[in-house]
């Protein structure tokens, strides 16, 4: 799998290709993304025995992303989605099929906190957006 670390950008304001525009901190596979006014963030995944980092990167730049925090627990083919102030991972492979963790969008470090379950185990999902 090739360009496991890759920050890919696009223009949502036109048609058109996406961009390789910077690296995550570490390359996985299986993550998922939530988003903030002003950063992208990207957890989870399978990388080794560290699936459970949370990475972010600014919108205003072409900056790597930076570790800031870490999820309660590590899992792969998860689904992201955010609100206004906080970032949510569910579902994904075991043991944590049926997870909802969330972390602030407030603080510069992040930590995941275990916040529910879905109604059933779910694994490789989507996301929204608030």
């Not at 799998?1 to 901190?25: P, R």
Request: proline residues 2%; negative net charge.
């Amino acid at each position: 799998m090739a360009d496991q670390e890759a920050i890919q950008k696009f223009a949502f304001a036109s048609d058109g290709n996406a961009s390789d525009v910077a690296n995550l901190s570490v390359p996985r596979y299986g993550n998922s993304g939530a988003s903030s006014a002003t950063y992208g963030y990207n957890c989870s995944g399978k990388h080794g025995s560290n699936g459970n980092v949370i990475d972010r990167f600014s919108f205003a730049s072409d900056s790597d992303a930076t570790d800031v925090g870490d999820m309660a627990t590590t899992t792969r083919g998860c689904g992201g989605s955010s609100s206004t102030t906080y970032g949510y991972r569910h579902g994904g492979s075991s043991p944590n099929k049926n997870e909802i963790e969330k972390w602030s969008f407030a603080s510069g470090t992040q930590s995941g906190a275990d916040v529910g379950n879905l109604a059933s185990n779910k694994e490789w999902l989507a996301g929204t957006q608030y």
